[in-house]
């Protein structure tokens, strides 16, 4: 394990090249199946993986997810049941806010409901540098808020 | 705002198109600022853009961060200070999970320790889809967990 150091070298040189960033949303069990569902409906997720959870498989228990890789727009986010484990990087369901990008804010907004999710307030102007145009918010069945948000012209530039 | 509906359309046809999705790092004010500095220090992330909150400004209280937008790899990450106000989409810090890979698991892990962040565990072989490698973890000072990954085969020919 890397000690503590006390140290400024890597504020000047960050040497360590990184490559994806990939949130992680852990659900309550057995719920990581239906919430990867979710996400093909209202966000059109795309799987590109899924690892089940051994043991439960061998005792024939209902399958837990391991982890599900979903590719959402341009980024990979990744979906688990709560496994009551030492090895589990977490000890309770995570969830997260999120913001999400379209050009179609009033369609992504009903196809998000139309899936489950749920509205919450009315579209706005954003003000942020990530949601400098309209906003509107839904929060989905597992308790993540996602911003659904026009592109803002300040970020188009470096974040196209 | 959108309507409930009741139907299967959005399930057989997912016609919106999504851009980026942005996880969003909500945290006390105001360590929003620091919290930039540590993801720089710790990850070497690139501020992209910073929008401050204005009627902070205009009060000349502490000025507090309405979002900064970060690259982080192949992702962009959006740190907040909490805002106590009705258009904030959180009325509480948020935290979460990531999986951030790198071909560099120990260098990665001892940069993020001496920029002040907690080690958590040894490194272990990882079995889950998002981190079939080599992973390390690391606790950030707001609450965000880490896991430090090498790439895993199987994803790398999906999301190199």
């Known amino acids: 394990m890397a000690e503590v150091q006390n140290g400024t070298e890597a504020e000047k040189a960050p040497a360590v090249a990184f490559m994806a960033v990939k949130p992680w949303l852990v659900v309550d069990a057995p719920k990581a199946s239906d919430a990867v569902q979710f996400y093909k409906t209202a966000f059109g997720a795309e799987e ?33 049941d709560l496994i009551d484990e030492d090895s589990s990087p977490v000890k309770s369901a995570v969830t997260g806010v999120f913001c999400l990008e379209t050009e179609e804010v009033e369609s992504a907004l009903s196809q998000a409901v139309t899936a489950g999710a749920t ?3 009315e579209i706005s102007e954003g003000d942020a540098a990530c949601c400098g145009g309209r906003v509107g918010k839904v929060k989905d069945p597992y308790g993540n808020i996602w911003l659904i948000c026009s592109p803002p012209k300040k970020c188009a530039d470096v974040a196209a």
Chains 1, 2 share one sequence.
């Open 48 to 80: 590109l993986s899924r690892v089940m959870h051994p043991k439960r498989k061998a005792n024939q228990e209902t399958p837990l997810v391991l982890s599900a890789e979903l590719k959402l727009g341009s980024a990979i986010v990744v979906v688990s």
């Open 119 to 121: 509205a919450v307030g």
